[in-house]
């Protein structure tokens, strides 16, 4: 099945069913500031793979994480970001620039530069809240993002910088540690600090007892470091399952950026089914197979969809053509059986009778004898270049009451083919020459 975000319409509900509500992740007292860490890093609409992406940044750009959801820390919306609102909940005032709320429970939904989508509400506005206008598309103002409003990256891709709390790292602390030591016990000489998160508010360091023999034990984790006295007897096997795990994350996000339907989605959903068993794996690990397979398997899902949609397309578009050709065949044969009528037909010559200022008097002559069969006045000086041709007259008939002659006061007139007179050519006045002769009568013995 084909699964389309449809953008979010005016409604008297404010939030729809197909809109996604960005998930609640508190916001911590604490903040830092941190650097991306990659090239390319997605920021999302909310704490998960299932969002979608509304910025990409480059590595080394500073971000302000003010909260931890799992892999996911919850940041301040970057630079260039914006939201949309419905216009028909905003007052434009003064400039246009500003806007003002007029009415409660107003939706805030994540705008993306990557995307068309705006279904995730990532807040509300309330009646007298002022937005800053910066756009417009379709039904809703792009604004810039209201105080309160967050998005997502992974904290696989940042590095911590500082914090901006106030509190300083100690002696033993170093100064740049990588947030992707946010959810592990690391047990050295020198450890490194932790980032705030929702198991660990402060971000304090936890003490590690210096222990040895087999009661010996660290908190599971991928990136866990333990001396010889430490090691469980399995840690080789769990080094070994994360491994995987870290390989298909790197094929995951490889295939992400490939278009929809080049992605070997069902593929990777397998060998992540292979993996999701495995007891030595981390909890967060096993939590993020979970969101993979279902991720994967939709985009599977979208992948057959699209195909039927393009097939359908194709095949209407041939549909097209077709009936194009039979219109065209159609129109040419009607042409071919076409009859033109004319008033009248007969090689156009030039007439001695010119009277006044008038129009140009001409004669249309039989082509057999060259008798005048009627005459033309016209103030149309291209048809001189008809003199001596076969023509077809358009135009009304009457008697002239100067010449005293039948004279046709010629609306238009082109070359005709003599052969096709009394068949695809008829006229009112024909020279008698080319009357059509009738049956000869048969006689009876």
Aim: net charge negative.
């Amino acid at each position: 099945m084909l699964i389309i975000l449809a953008v979010a319409l005016l409604v008297p509900a404010f939030v729809r069913a197909e809109d996604i509500q960005q998930e609640a992740v508190e916001t911590s007292k604490y903040s830092f500031e941190g650097s991306i860490s990659s090239a390319g890093v997605f920021v999302r609409s909310g704490p998960g793979e299932r969002y979608y992406p509304t910025a990409k940044l480059d590595k080394g750009v500073k971000i302000v994480g003010v909260g931890f959801k799992f892999d996911w820390i919850k940041i301040v919306p970057p630079e260039g970001s914006f939201c949309y609102v419905p216009k028909a909940f905003v007052d434009r005032q003064g400039d246009g620039n500003v806007g003002k709320v007029n009415r409660n429970g107003v939706p805030v939904r994540a705008g993306s530069v990557l995307s068309p989508l705006m279904a995730t509400v990532v807040g509300q506005l309330g009646q007298d809240n002022q937005v800053q206008i910066v756009g417009s598309k379709d039904e809703f103002f792009q604004i810039a993002p209201p105080a309160g409003t967050y998005y997502y990256v992974n904290k696989e891709f940042v590095d911590f910088v500082k914090d901006t709390t106030g509190t300083k790292p100690t002696a033993d602390t170093p100064a740049t540690p990588s947030a992707r030591h946010n959810d592990t016990y690391v047990a050295s000489k020198h450890p490194a600090p932790l980032l705030p998160s929702i198991d660990n508010p402060t971000g304090e360091q936890p003490a590690v007892e210096t222990t040895t023999g087999a009661a010996a034990d660290t908190r599971p984790s991928e990136m866990a470091v333990t001396t010889a006295s430490t090691t469980r007897p399995t840690e080789p096997a769990v080094v070994g399952v994360e491994d995987q795990f870290q390989g298909l994350e790197a094929e995951y996000t490889t295939i992400s950026t490939q278009p929809l339907e080049e992605q070997p989605a069902l593929e990777l959903a397998t060998k992540y089914q292979a993996l999701a068993g495995v007891d030595a794996l981390s909890d967060t690990a096993k939590q993020v197979i979970k969101i993979r397979i279902v991720t994967l398997k939709a985009r599977a899902d979208a992948k057959d969809g699209l195909a039927e949609v393009h097939r359908l397309e194709k095949a209407a578009a041939e549909k097209q053509v077709a009936l194009q050709a039979e219109q065209q065949e159609l129109n040419d044969r009607q042409k071919q059986t076409e009859v033109k009528i004319y008033t009248a037909v007969g090689t156009l010559q030039p007439s001695s009778l010119q009277i006044g200022n008038g129009p140009t008097v001409y004669r249309l002559t039989d082509p057999a004898n060259g008798r005048t069969v009627v005459y033309i006045r016209t103030n149309d000086a291209s048809v001189a270049d008809m003199i001596g041709k076969f023509v077809g007259v358009k135009g009304e008939s009457a008697q002239d009451a100067q010449l005293p002659l039948k004279v046709i006061a010629a609306t238009g007139m082109e070359l005709v083919d003599v052969t096709k007179v009394n068949g695809a050519v008829a006229a009112e006045i024909i020279p008698p020459s080319l009357l059509a002769k009738p049956a000869s009568a048969t006689v009876a013995p």
